[in-house]
């Protein structure tokens, strides 16, 4: 089987395998809404910026800013180079050219590969994984990354992107992100001291 063969064989699993219509609303909830849930995240990473200000050094709370901000950004910009990569790779849509696609939202006449969703996504979850890596647990900083990753699959899910759209979105998000996070980074002053935070995830 060619790889594009098992990309709409991974498609179909999904789309048609997956179906419910419970899973339905939550799926379009994600595709639609899905950035909101990144707002929990941003506010626990700035109380815990805030609160470690006094006990560690100023730059808890600069980083945890920093970090919004990167995320912002990165995420902006990621999705304006997926525009600009679309036509370029010029895919069409599952639900133009797979028969038997379950569509369950409108299909966009905007190009496949990369998705919007998943590098925009990625690149903000990418960000607040790695530039609160000082005072935020590891297990917590999963979180964007498993939301980033329910948003991608959301778009599988409903028949409008091919599973290799969100891999390529995810893995370009990623790489943005981590560019505009190593060019930030120069321009903190210096780094929190570990050792002065307490419960300083290792």
């Given at each position: 089987?060619?790889?594009e063969?098992?990309?709409?064989q991974?498609l ?12 339905d609303v939550?799926m379009?909830?994600?595709?639609d ?6 707002l929990?995240?941003l506010?626990?990473m700035?109380?815990r ?10 730059s ?11 995320a912002?950004v990165?995420s902006?910009?990621?999705d304006?180079?997926?525009d600009?990569l ?15 696609i379950r ?6 006449n905007?190009?496949s590969?990369?998705?919007?969703h ?10 607040l994984?790695y530039?609160p890596r000082h005072?935020i647990?590891?297990?917590?900083r999963?979180?964007?990354l ?14 409008v992107?091919y ?11 990623s790489?943005?992100a981590?560019?505009?996070c ?8 210096k ?11 290792s």
């Amino acid at each position: 089987m060619s790889i594009e063969g098992l990309d709409t064989q991974v498609l179909l699993l999904i789309n048609n395998g997956l179906a419910g219509s419970s899973l339905d609303v939550v799926m379009i909830a994600l595709s639609d809404r899905g950035y909101l849930l990144f707002l929990p995240y941003l506010l626990y990473m700035v109380v815990r910026g805030w609160s470690g200000r006094a006990k560690a050094d100023v730059s808890v709370l600069k980083l945890a800013v920093l970090a919004l901000l990167v995320a912002i950004v990165s995420s902006y910009t990621a999705d304006a180079f997926a525009d600009l990569l679309k036509p370029l790779f010029a895919r069409l849509r599952p639900c133009h050219a797979v028969s038997g696609i379950r569509l369950v939202v409108r299909c966009s006449n905007s190009f496949s590969m990369p998705s919007g969703h998943a590098i925009s996504s990625f690149a903000a979850a990418t960000t607040l994984f790695y530039l609160p890596r000082h005072f935020i647990p590891v297990i917590a900083r999963w979180y964007p990354l498993l939301l980033a990753a329910a948003v991608a699959l959301s778009r599988v899910y409903l028949g409008v992107h091919y599973p290799s759209d969100v891999i390529v979105g995810a893995a370009l998000g990623s790489v943005v992100a981590m560019l505009f996070c190593l060019l930030s980074e120069r321009s903190l002053p210096k780094r929190p001291r570990q050792s002065s935070y307490p419960g300083n995830p290792s």
